[in-house]
């Protein structure tokens, strides 16, 4: 069935630049003071005033110019976690007009290595606590040494900080054409589909520019310059890129940075920094419903949860309100629309809707799936013509891959999920990609795996079926080592949380498509929906 609907945005269209990240954001027609704080180490308390955020990513670029060799649309990586440079090495890439992708820091060697070699990157830039995984995918793609930097100011080993790129020299950024800024690509995050490895989304300066103007234009509130957010979202996700790397600048107002999510030292980050706005994903959203330190800290100066990623459930949204006395709000969107599609104002928002539609976007509903156009989505998958096609119908609509409603008011509902990629607290895991991987297990004829929803941390984990060879059958405790096999091998996000069960066949099609369905509903497993 096909709504024939074009379902708008209630707000009107805004008008969209066709400039460079670099320039939307530091060529600003009413710039803030130089010394007006734009990131703050939560552990050190170092800050990184607006002046020296621009001036930094101008000497970085010259140094990845000049020293790193690098030339224009080369890729650089970033394999870190949050850390107060951060921000400066992806707005430095846009000054240089090279192009940056963005990896996460808990990946084991063989899934950095895909993204190495997928998005060609010919410079790495690590953190040191992850110095070792980074090396040995280095080895693997014939990375140099000389081409590995590392994010802190001290060199480690026999490799050179980042820093040492940074001299006094500055590289005046260049200014993109109108066509450029829609077919260059700034940077890439790695999204998961159903089926392969991480595919790199290929996101232009228009897609970024446009993106974070359609979101001002209907979510204007919590974006100011006396606004106060605190970065516990891993900076190479899309939510936390967009957010803490691009919107923050750009609104002069203050970003809060910490490496990663430790309930005690957030809380108090939003006590000392009185944050305005906190950006959560679901099991945080179980913390504050739950733990008992949560009222030992004062959370009065957040006037909203801003919560994304992952959806919620109604009895949880309420648990937290009435206990915070903060707003619940949720935002949908992927990484292949620039992190946004819809958006809630607090005083309109509905319980169970992910807001409406954000200005210059169309979304319509075909076969119950939602689709949309704008000028936020992606320019496509990098070297993956056949994704391209799978994602995109001819007339240029892309496809969520979730089933949705409109309400007559325009507000957007998700209801339910087409593709079937596991959200582990917000991280993509693709079943296949861990079925291949069992697959290689000496004790396993043949594998799969589905997303099962634990209400008491709010997320999905994935469960692996296994079909066990002849001679695993007489083994004890083989699920709990198979379950410890993969731990070894996989990011922290992919590990198999549902457990392993043991079956005599895995259910598949006659073409041999497995039929994950049928285990979901053999598990009774409740299937939640896709945001973000």
Known sequence: MIDRKIYRSPYPDVELPEISIWHFIFDHPNPPADDKVIYVDCLTDRKIKFGELKSLSKRLAYGLVHRAKLAEDDVMLVFSANTLLYPALVQ???????????????????????????????????????????????????????????????????????????????????RLSA???????????????????????????????????????????????????????????IYGTMVFIFITPFCHATGHILP?????????????????????????????????????????????????????????????????????????????TTCVISACRRETMKRGTVGQMIPNMLGKIVDGELLVKGPNIMKGYLGNSGADQATFTEDGWMKTGDVAQFDDEGDLFIVDRVKELIKYKGSQVPPAELEDLLL?????????????????????????YVVLSARAKSKTNIEAAIIAWVAERVANHKKLRGGVEVVDVIPKS???????????NQAGVKTAESKL
């Open 440 to 464: 290689k297990h000496p004790d396993i004829d043949d594998a799969a795996v589905i997303g099962v929803y634990k209400p008491a941390e709010a997320t999905e984990v994935p469960r692996a």
């Open 92 to 174: 430095a890439a846009q000054a240089a007009t090279i192009c940056v992708t963005l990896a996460n820091p808990t990946y084991q060697v063989d899934e950095l290595e895909h993204q190495i070699k997928d998005s060609d990157a010919k410079v790495i830039v690590v953190g040191k606590s992850v110095i070792e995984v980074a090396k040995g995918a280095a080895i693997r793609c014939g990375i140099a040494d000389h081409n590995i930097y590392i994010t802190e100011e001290e060199d480690h080993e026999h490799f050179k900080s980042i820093w040492s790129l940074a001299s006094f020299e500055e590289l005046e950024p260049r």
């Open 510 to 520: 006659p073409s041999g498509k497995i039929l994950r369905k049928i285990l979901r």
């Open 260 to 336: 990663r999510f430790e309930l005690e030292t957030w809380l108090n980050s939003i006590q000392k920094y009185r944050i305005t706005r906190a950006q959560i994903v679901p099991p945080i959203v179980v913390l504050l419903a739950k733990h008992p330190i949560i009222d030992k800290y004062d959370l009065s100066s957040v006037k909203e949860w801003a919560c994304a990623a992952a959806p919620l459930g109604h009895d949880l949204i309420e648990a937290v309100e009435n206990r915070t006395k903060i707003r619940v709000i949720e935002g949908y969107g992927m990484t292949e």
């Open 179 to 237: 066509q450029e800024a829609k077919q260059r690509t700034a940077f890439m995050c790695y999204s998961s589909g159903t089926t392969g490895k991480a595919k790199g989304v290929e996101t232009t300066h228009y897609n970024v520019t446009s993106a974070i103007l359609q979101l001002l234009a209907s979510d204007p509130d919590p974006y100011t310059p006396s606004a106060k957010f605190v970065a516990i979202l891993p900076l190479y996700h």
